[in-house]
């Protein structure tokens, strides 16, 4: 990822199940440019669900973590609102 200021940051995710069509399930980590976890942030774990619903598809996404805090850490950083501009910016590519 790269940041508004130019910093680079990196990212892993480790997939644990994979149901093709219908689901995932999956961890996260930030990681060094290596992919090597660094402990930067707390990981994430991902269950990604999709459901045919007539022309169009539902996904259903579910994200935990270890406790609280490591939630109100990673909103401190900022993901609500990065994870928000992803969805709008996979809206805008579906579109087309």
Same mark, same amino acid.
């Given at each position: 990822?790269?940041?508004?200021? %130019?910093? /680079?940051?990196?990212?892993?995710?480790?997939? +644990?199940?994979?149901?093709?069509? +219908?689901?995932?399930?999956?961890?996260?980590?930030?990681?060094? &440019?290596?992919?090597?976890?660094? %402990?930067?942030?707390?990981?994430?774990?991902?269950?990604?669900?999709?459901? &045919?619903?007539?022309?169009?598809?539902?996904? /259903?996404?579910?994200?935990?973590?270890?406790?609280?805090?490591? *939630?109100?850490?990673?909103?401190?950083?900022?993901? +609500? &609102?990065?994870?928000?501009?992803?969805?709008?910016? *996979?809206?805008?590519?579906?579109?087309?």
């Amino acid at each position: 990822m790269l940041g508004p200021e %130019g910093e /680079k940051h990196y990212c892993r995710v480790d997939y +644990k199940t994979i149901v093709p069509l +219908k689901s995932f399930t999956a961890t996260d980590a930030f990681t060094d &440019e290596n992919g090597v976890p660094n %402990g930067a942030a707390p990981s994430m774990e991902w269950q990604n669900t999709f459901t &045919e619903n007539g022309n169009t598809n539902d996904v /259903k996404i579910e994200i935990t973590f270890e406790n609280e805090a490591d *939630l109100e850490a990673i909103v401190a950083m900022g993901f +609500k &609102e990065g994870f928000s501009m992803g969805l709008t910016n *996979l809206d805008e590519l579906l579109a087309i």
